[in-house]
């Protein structure tokens, strides 16, 4: 599709400007730069991602438009078209915007040209084109994925001119989403260091993993909400946000309206992406660029002279030298405590599934089919929340399989050429760290909320789902392969797990909380499964901290 | 009293020999630089010595300890800085040593003191506290050798430790080797550049292709060889100087057409 795309961006290029382009060259440049953006590893889809010749750009198109006949749905949903065209204009504004800054920094942010094309005999008005045709067609590929649906169905709807007018406002969207994303760049360079900058982009790209796992989940069941939006009043404020600019021209459009907020609606929509857009190229863009430039020359040096004696321990060492029994341990619990929290492939991989937690229960809400207040008064009478006290080890068992994987696995070789007699102690460590680091504070989360609804009632049940939680969560880890902290390669074909394990591991979770249930009411026989349910967990503990290195997978 | 004994040391790789029966043993207080090309087995013969590789034939002692018997017992006592070697870069070096030291079973208040002083001498001190995402190589390098020889190690196992040096990185590494030296310690040394190993080492031993091709003191090999630098002496010992020419001249060759 790309290559379609380049032809006719080319092809324009070609009638708009004639002097000092070599047009082999930008075209051999161009090429070159969208065969990389088809290879570049799109973080948000890295666990499908396993063929090296699959097309990962591709799979991204494609979910952009399937999410993108979703938003279309509203067209047929709503009987509104200022209503529909709102949601589909500020839709695309919300993922070319994210689009730009997640994946497409790795381009803009990118000065290798500076040091592979600049020495080779290209002119510099060449190069600028080219980047600009490469920009282009990379923005047109994503603007197609996202708006062919919403597009389609305006013209279906609406007929021939708003489906052109149409055309015209997504593509004014755009232009306004790329002058949104140089201006938070601007905002983000100001941090001159390298490292910073980079931590930023990864904290949205962090977003966007979320926002896709919750969004596919919500989405869909969000369109049965249309009918809520029928009854929906324009505010004052709202005449600022630009897709109700484009939702307005499309109307007046529609009606041959061109009443004198409507003729200012158009004139928004019409000039303000063109306005800013050229004050982006005039101003912007060249402050950018030299600041750009400024940012790969400093290596962020900054002295900070503080004696040793000064430096406070963090949290994990505090925590470590009074939960940890061995060195070994305490090495695995403070290092999967740090690099949990700093390493992005970690991160991307695991907060989704924490947000998952959320889904779970937005899901259950919706599928009671009835509203909140009714749900609300019907809480305390029902047993929900046996649902809050298992809820949380769904997302965090997954951190159990995320923790073998690192970018730098590589780095994994100390753990052998260092005196470990029980690899098991590092492992126990930092199963320890993922536990109080992520299943605590939500289960703490839950317990408050619980405690706030139904009373002192719930402390046994959560006192012993505390026990039982931490049982299944050690039984998980022992049962599986067992893999060091950090050591294993992202992205390599992932062998498929024993099929008569995950069994296993259903049926002891289906067992511990069938039992629970079932024995809700009978107060004394809760308390007194407690110290067994509590055995389970130290007899576990003690297996796995045992594992000899011939136990361990690599 | 030899620190290291190996005797018909062999490994295979599916069914191909990398090491074809390899018998050394070496004193306490010897710098010997292990050298040979890209796949002659330095490296492996390294990791089987570290206890890192199990499965292999023939016999490792290392300090009087079986390396597949003793193999923790073993790497208490040794110093091993890998070729290539990665680290966690989301640590910063403090937070690294600290990993490494207690793996090391070091008491937590000697890791912090050794830590600073060592990265102080490398002039790293007022970067110790940034992570080492923002490294050069280099300066990950020299958080390597100090996470190599932080527990005082006896003998130090070393696979290619000046690559990514600034110069004045090189020198400092050669006085510490040589003063490790002198202070009784045992280094295995294993390189490609030859410059350097020629200076320190008090014996080369050179292998290409699984065997050891040359041992003794540098003067030793000159004189076998009767050539001037050690690297004549390695590339007229494995045997691909004339290649080497040729193969240029075919460059230039394609390079004119």
């Known amino acids: ?554 | 009293m030899p620190v290291i004994r190996i005797t018909s040391l062999k490994k295979e790789y599916s069914r191909n020999y990398v090491l074809k029966g390899i018998t050394l043993s070496m004193d306490a207080g010897q710098i010997v630089g292990y050298i040979g090309p890209n796949g002659a087995g330095k490296s492996t013969t390294i990791k089987i010595l570290t206890g890192i590789i199990s499965d292999f034939e023939g016999e490792a002692i290392v300090m009087d300890m079986d390396v597949r018997k003793n193999p923790v017992e073993i790497k208490q006592k040794i110093g091993y800085i890998p070729e290539q070697a990665a680290l966690y870069d989301v640590l910063t070096p403090i937070e690294y040593l600290r990993f490494v030291g207690k793996l090391y079973q070091l008491e937590d208040s000697l890791i912090e003191k050794k830590s600073w002083e060592l990265l102080r001498l490398f002039d790293l001190a007022d970067k110790a506290k940034s992570r080492m995402n923002g490294y050069s190589k280099g300066m990950k390098q020299k958080v390597l050798l100090i996470s190599g020889l932080i527990h005082n190690p006896e003998i130090i196992f070393l696979d290619e430790p000046l690559s990514g040096l600034d110069a004045n990185a090189v020198i400092l590494v050669k006085e510490i080797l040589s003063q490790l030296k002198l202070s009784g310690k045992t280094i295995f040394y294993s390189s490609h550049i030859m410059d350097v190993v020629e200076k320190i080492s008090d014996r080369i031993i050179i292998i290409d292709k699984g065997e050891v091709i040359a041992d003794g003191s540098f003067e030793t090999l000159k004189n076998n060889a009767s050539q001037g630098s050690l690297e004549n002496i390695f590339t007229a010992l494995t045997g691909s100087s004339e290649q080497h020419q040729n193969t240029a001249g075919q460059f230039i060759d394609v390079l004119k057409s």
Not at chain 1, 344 to 362: D, E, H, N, R, T
């Open chain 1, 1 to 554: 599709m790309d290559k379609w795309i380049l032809k006719l961006v080319l092809f324009c290029c070609r009638l708009l400007v004639r002097q000092g382009v070599d047009f082999e060259r930008l075209k051999i440049i161009a090429e070159t730069k969208l065969i990389m953006d088809r290879r570049r590893v799109y973080l948000n889809w890295r666990q499908r991602q396993q063929r090296e010749n699959s097309n990962p750009l591709m799979v991204t198109l494609i979910v952009y438009a399937f999410l993108g006949l979703y938003a279309g749905f509203m067209v047929f949903v709503t009987r509104s078209l200022v209503i529909s065209a709102i949601i589909i204009h500020a839709y695309i504004l919300f993922m070319m915007t994210m689009t730009m800054i997640t994946d497409f920094s790795s381009v803009l942010l990118d000065t290798a040209d500076n040091q592979i094309i600049l020495p080779k005999p290209v002119n510099s008005k060449t190069l600028f084109v080219a980047r600009l045709v490469h920009i282009l067609v990379y923005l047109l590929q994503f603007t197609l994925a996202l708006s062919i649906f919403p597009v389609v169905f305006l013209f279906i709807a609406y007929g021939f001119l708003v489906g052109i007018t149409s055309i015209a406002t997504v593509l004014l969207t755009v232009a306004f989403a790329v002058f949104i994303t140089y201006l938070l760049y601007a905002a983000i360079l100001r941090f001159s260091n390298e490292q910073k900058v980079r931590d930023i982009v990864g904290y949205f790209q962090i977003f966007m993993t979320i926002f896709f796992a919750v969004g596919l989940q919500v989405l869909p069941r969000l369109v049965n909400f249309g009918n809520l939006l029928d009854n929906f009043q324009l505010q004052a404020y709202s005449y600022f946000l630009p897709p109700v600019w484009m939702a307005l021209t499309l109307e007046s459009v529609q009606q041959f309206n061109f009443d004198s907020i409507h003729s200012l609606m158009i004139a928004c929509a019409l000039l303000l992406p063109l306005f800013t857009f050229w004050l982006m190229i005039k101003y912007l863009a060249p402050s950018f660029a030299r600041k750009l430039a400024a940012l790969n020359n400093d290596a962020g040096t900054k002295k900070s002279g503080i004696p040793y004696t000064q430096r406070r321990k963090s949290i994990s060492e505090k925590l470590s030298s009074f939960l940890c029994r061995s060195k070994s341990e305490s090495a695995g619990f403070e290092t999967v405590w740090k690099i949990t929290g700093r390493d992005k492939g970690f991160k991307i991989q695991f907060y989704p599934s924490l947000a998952y937690m959320l889904v779970f229960i937005f899901i259950f809400v919706f599928k009671s089919g009835r509203d909140v207040n009714t749900l609300w008064e019907n809480l305390p009478g029902s047993r929900m929340f046996l649902f809050f006290i298992y809820l949380p080890m769904l997302s965090i068992t997954s951190a159990i399989t995320f923790v073998s994987y690192n970018e730098n696995f590589q780095a994994s070789w100390v753990y052998q050429s260092t005196p470990v007699g029980r690899p098991g102690q590092i492992i126990i460590g930092g199963l320890k760290a993922l536990f109080l680091k992520f299943f605590i504070p939500a289960y703490l989360i839950l317990f408050a909320f619980a405690f706030y609804v139904w009373g002192t009632d719930i402390l046994d049940d959560f006192a012993l789902g505390f026990f039982n939680n931490l049982a299944i969560f050690l039984l998980i880890a022992s049962l599986g392969d067992h893999y060091l902290p950090f050591s294993r390669q992202p992205n390599v074909k992932q062998q498929s797990g024993r099929f008569a394990q995950v069994i296993l591991q259903l049926l002891v979770i289906a067992a511990l909380v069938g039992l629970h249930y079932l024995l809700l009411t009978n107060d004394w026989m809760i308390y007194s499964l407690i110290p067994v349910s509590a055995t389970g967990c130290f007899l576990l503990l003690r297996t796995i901290r045992n594992l000899r290195w011939v136990e361990i997978s690599f």
